[in-house]
């Protein structure tokens, strides 16, 4: 079993950044990829970035070139900065994990999520 819990979100006005971190514990070795996934208010979840353990990284369109997702293996750690906020990058951003069948990701986890809103 493999738990995560974030930090790092609050309040910031359009234009800031903020830096999101998670924090792995439990099946740690089971983990291939953590990623950072948001749902805005009255929308669906919508996948933000992803990275493996090897440093492959993804982006949704929406963030690339303004977030940056990075990963600490010692650590058991994975953090998300996020430049250039806008308000609608306000979000529950939730950190998950999953990992690798055949060339099959499989959720492991979600964290319980921490707000970020971006307003002025």
């Known amino acids: 079993q493999v738990e995560l819990v974030e930090s790092g979100g609050g309040l910031v006005q359009p234009g800031g950044s903020l830096r999101l971190s998670c924090v792995a514990s439990?099946?740690?070795?089971?983990?291939?990829?953590m990623g950072w996934d948001r749902q805005p208010p009255g929308r669906q979840r919508e996948s933000v970035a992803t990275i493996t353990t090897a440093g492959n990284t993804n982006y949704a369109d929406s963030v690339k070139g303004r977030f940056t997702i990075s990963r600490d293996n010692a650590k058991n750690m994975v953090y998300l900065q996020m430049n250039s906020l806008r308000p609608e990058d306000t979000a529950i951003y939730f950190c998950?994990?999953?990992?690798?069948?055949?060339?099959?990701?499989?959720?492991?986890?979600w964290g319980q999520g921490t707000q970020v809103t971006v307003s002025s």
């Open positions: 998950n994990a999953s990992r690798k069948v055949g060339s099959t990701m499989i959720a492991l986890a």
């Open positions: 439990g099946n740690i070795n089971s983990i291939e990829r």
